[in-house]
């Protein structure tokens, strides 16, 4: 059997077939044909989800809590949506099709590909809930086809292949997941804990300061304290993305010049 997401989230979980059919609606469609006359659509369940989801996290998203929302009925709300596992493509599909594009044309390469990256970086911090969704079998959707086809243009022309320009764009997203996350989980401890960073080491540094030895983690020593008197924390997301994004244009840099030699 196969294993659910952590959390039990992620892309494509629910009927393929429904699901589809869901996301390639027309605007403006997804009212029932049956019974009384429909109070809402799928784009309003959609809509309350994702306000859902963006506000209180997924741990807060379930039909019940949209249907609230909505102020219909929860069983009212499976006539639109069958379950949360298609409803949760359908905010993704969703987030993907309003999230704003660049006109790439013109731009250096390295331009491009640092303005899709910036795009999904503030689709996350928009959306943080988008970054913790797995999506290796994604949603299938016209959102998502649009986003594929505008970030595809970064590296098109480039000299890679098909499937290098995949994979390169495959790692420009990972990069900006995995940073976003560092911020989110960043934001949260400050809220979960009623502290900010800079209050919390100043409550660990007197214990910390008995118990460790920098003699012996010598490198852990000098380098942590560089990292925290530079961002005043453990981690600075701004600093992370600003540097690995150089190191990624730099590596994509390479890869590129190889295929002109």
């Given at each position: 059997?196969?294993?659910?997401?952590?959390?039990?989230?992620?892309?494509?979980?629910?009927?393929?077939?429904?699901?589809?059919?869901?996301?390639?609606?027309?605007?403006?469609?997804?009212?029932?044909?049956?019974?009384?006359?429909?109070?809402?659509?799928?784009?309003?369940?959609?809509?309350?989800?994702?306000?859902?989801?963006?506000?209180?996290?997924?741990?807060?998203?379930?039909?019940?809590?949209?249907?609230?929302?909505?102020?219909?009925?929860p069983?009212?709300t499976?006539?639109?949506?069958?379950?949360?596992?298609?409803?949760?493509?359908?905010?993704?599909?969703?987030?993907?099709?309003?999230?704003?594009?660049?006109d790439?044309?013109?731009?250096?390469?390295?331009e491009?590909?640092?303005?899709?990256?910036a795009?999904?970086?503030?689709?996350?911090?928009?959306?943080?809930?988008?970054?913790?969704?797995?999506?290796?079998?994604?949603?299938?959707?016209p959102?998502?086809?649009?986003?594929?086809?505008?970030?595809?243009?970064?590296?098109?022309?480039?000299?890679?292949?098909?499937?290098e320009?995949?994979?390169?764009?495959?790692?420009?997203?990972?990069?900006?997941?995995?940073?976003?996350?560092?911020?989110?989980?960043?934001?949260?401890?400050?809220?979960?804990?009623?502290?900010?960073?800079?209050?919390?080491?100043?409550?660990?540094?007197?214990?910390?300061?008995?118990?460790?030895?920098?003699?012996?983690y010598?490198?852990?020593?000098?380098?942590?304290?560089?990292?925290?008197?530079?961002?005043?924390?453990?981690?600075?997301?701004?600093?992370?993305?600003?540097?690995?994004?150089?190191?990624?244009?730099?590596?994509l840099?390479?890869?590129?010049?190889?295929?002109?030699?």
């Amino acid at each position: 059997m196969e294993k659910k997401a952590r959390g039990g989230e992620r892309s494509s979980a629910g009927d393929p077939a429904r699901t589809l059919e869901l996301l390639w609606r027309s605007p403006g469609q997804g009212g029932s044909a049956r019974g009384p006359k429909q109070r809402t659509t799928v784009d309003a369940v959609v809509a309350a989800a994702i306000e859902i989801a963006d506000t209180e996290g997924l741990a807060a998203l379930t039909m019940r809590s949209v249907a609230a929302k909505l102020g219909v009925t929860p069983m009212a709300t499976y006539t639109y949506v069958p379950g949360k596992a298609e409803l949760l493509d359908l905010m993704l599909d969703t987030v993907y099709q309003q999230m704003p594009r660049a006109d790439l044309s013109g731009m250096p390469w390295k331009e491009r590909v640092s303005a899709i990256a910036a795009e999904n970086r503030e689709l996350l911090a928009g959306h943080p809930w988008v970054a913790y969704v797995p999506t290796t079998r994604p949603p299938l959707g016209p959102g998502l086809a649009a986003k594929y086809d505008h970030e595809l243009g970064a590296f098109d022309g480039l000299g890679l292949t098909d499937l290098e320009m995949d994979a390169a764009l495959t790692h420009v997203l990972g990069f900006v997941t995995s940073v976003a996350r560092i911020a989110i989980d960043t934001r949260r401890a400050s809220v979960d804990s009623g502290m900010t960073d800079h209050e919390w080491w100043e409550r660990t540094a007197p214990v910390l300061a008995r118990v460790f030895d920098p003699a012996r983690y010598p490198l852990a020593a000098r380098v942590g304290e560089a990292a925290g008197r530079a961002h005043d924390s453990a981690y600075s997301a701004d600093h992370a993305y600003d540097f690995g994004l150089v190191l990624v244009l730099d590596g994509l840099e390479r890869r590129i010049a190889s295929r002109s030699v």
